[in-house]
């Protein structure tokens, strides 16, 4: 329970832990933000880490002159398609034997579902949108690989999709992230990108079974 106390408090507090961070350590930042981008896409069991508050947070901190824009966007953004990309050879490693598994403390089953379902429907297109859904974000590399994806379109989309996420999420918290109501309301922003894009997920992936079942 400790660890998941101290782990929601990072979450809807990232603003604080990060500045705190890059003022006790300094550069080792980058090193920092690389991991948590990494195993948050690239690791299938992580989907519960904090990236876009995470992006839009750094983006903040660059407008202010914490962080360097440029390396913020460079770190990130490899990250972002390496995680991708160990993420989608775990699921062609796999492959059909995952329909297989059980919901478990290791692996949620209904987020592989729901992602499966929204990759049945949108294809490849799955990928680009993914990457600003929580869950979903995790899942859709691995389903791709499972579902045998060629390396080569895979690779394309993970790269849009991976450029439009980090850019467009650590831009906006260049840009807005030191104006007041902003900082007013900073957890109220996070938990609106964490709760919205995964209603609208939800949403979607319950269409497209009442369909199937239909």
Request: aromatic content about 14%; overall charge positive.
């Amino acid at each position: 329970m400790d660890l998941v106390a101290l782990l929601i408090d990072f979450i809807l507090h990232v603003d604080v832990h990060l500045e705190t961070f890059v003022r006790d350590h300094g550069a080792w930042v980058y090193a920092l933000l690389f991991v948590i981008i990494f195993v948050e896409t690239g690791v299938v069991v992580m989907p519960f880490l904090p990236g876009d508050s995470l992006l839009f947070v750094a983006g903040a901190l660059c407008g202010v002159g914490f962080m360097d824009y440029q390396a913020t966007v460079a770190v990130m953004l490899v990250a972002a398609i390496l995680g991708d990309q160990c993420n989608y050879l775990i699921g062609r490693a796999l492959g059909p034997k995952v329909f297989q598994w059980e919901q478990s403390r290791w692996f949620n089953r209904r987020a592989f579902d729901q992602a499966h379902a929204f990759y049945e429907k949108w294809g490849g297109i799955t990928i680009v949108v993914a990457r600003f859904a929580p869950f979903l974000r995790t899942f859709a590399p691995f389903v791709a690989g499972v579902a045998a994806m060629t390396r080569s379109k895979f690779t394309a989309w993970n790269i849009g999709g991976a450029l439009l996420w980090v850019l467009g999420i650590v831009t906006a918290g260049y840009f807005l992230g030191s104006l007041p109501w902003v900082k007013a309301n900073l957890d109220k922003i996070i938990w609106a990108m964490i709760l919205v894009p995964g209603l609208i997920v939800l949403a979607g992936a319950w269409k497209a079974r009442r369909k199937v079942v239909a």
